[in-house]
């Protein structure tokens, strides 16, 4: 079995090394500050995008950075604080693509726990 391993090293709030728990009153291992005592939770990334159709045609990016660089994808990206999963794919497409869209209903959800993301397109 192998043992987990935080990708929170340090403490955000004050630097000291972090070491992994399970804090009272949860059932998972968490990144617990071995100084301040402050636990971190590691989320999902919400990835956002959009499946754009034009005259039969799907609308595709050839990506300019790791992973994947030089293939094909939809235009995506992060969702960003306080944005909805509609705002973000329209931003991120505009951002991506230089398409202004008009989001008509989402396509599909992806579930990517192995990287830790949430794709919604």
Excluded at 30 to 38: I, Q
Excluded at 39 to 64: A, Q, S
Aim: charged share 25%; aromatic share 4%; glycine share 8%.
């Amino acid at each position: 079995m192998q043992v987990p391993k935080s990708r929170i090293p340090f403490c955000p709030a004050c630097g000291s090394p972090t070491k992994l728990a399970v804090p009272d009153g949860d059932e998972k291992m968490r990144a617990v500050c071995s100084s301040c005592g402050r636990v971190h939770y590691e989320n999902p990334k919400m990835v956002v995008g959009c499946l754009v159709e034009h005259d039969n045609k799907v609308l595709l990016c050839r990506r300019k950075i790791e992973p994947a660089y030089g293939l094909w994808t939809l235009p995506a990206g992060y969702l960003e604080v306080g944005e909805s999963a509609a705002e973000g794919a329209s931003r991120e497409t505009l951002e991506e693509a230089c398409a202004d869209v008009e989001i008509v209903s989402p396509f599909a959800q992806l579930d990517i726990p192995l990287i830790g993301q949430v794709s919604e397109k």
